[in-house]
């Protein structure tokens, strides 16, 4: 069974950092390959924040551009999103959402964890 686990969520002020972090994990994992961290504020839809690939490709949605920055480490099957300088349209829960393939399967399934929640106050 593929778990997928967001930490770092918290409440800061507008120009403030956090860190982000999400560790997939349990099943018998081939390999990930596409990672992303999505927001969701409510009554908004759930939208992409910014996405790696395995050989550590990103892209960013235009709003956090130069803000925030994604990492990974495939040995530990983990990224981080750095988030600087935040914004209270910043608040949102961020899900992490990862593209497993497990041993034996030929394609991937996405899996999501249950978020973390990032409040921004101004």
């Known amino acids: 069974q593929v778990q997928v686990v967001e930490s770092g969520g918290d409440l800061v002020q507008a120009g403030e950092s956090l860190r982000l972090s999400c560790v997939v994990s349990?099943?018998?994992?081939?390999?990930?390959?596409?990672m992303n961290w999505f927001r969701q504020a409510p009554g908004k839809q759930r939208e992409l924040v910014a996405t790696?690939?395995?050989?550590?490709?990103?892209d960013y949605r235009g709003s956090v551009r130069g803000r925030f920055t994604v990492a990974r480490d495939n040995a530990k099957n983990r990224i981080e999103l750095q988030m600087n300088n935040l914004r209270p349209e910043d608040t949102a829960v961020y899900y992490c959402?990862?593209?497993?393939?497990?041993?034996?399967?030929?394609?991937?399934?996405?899996?999501w964890g249950p978020g973390t929640q990032v409040t921004v106050s101004s």
């Open positions: 349990g099943g018998s994992i081939s390999r990930i390959e596409i």
């Open positions: 790696i690939t395995r050989r550590g490709s990103t």
């Open positions: 959402n990862a593209d497993v393939t497990l041993r034996g399967e030929t394609y991937g399934t996405y899996y």
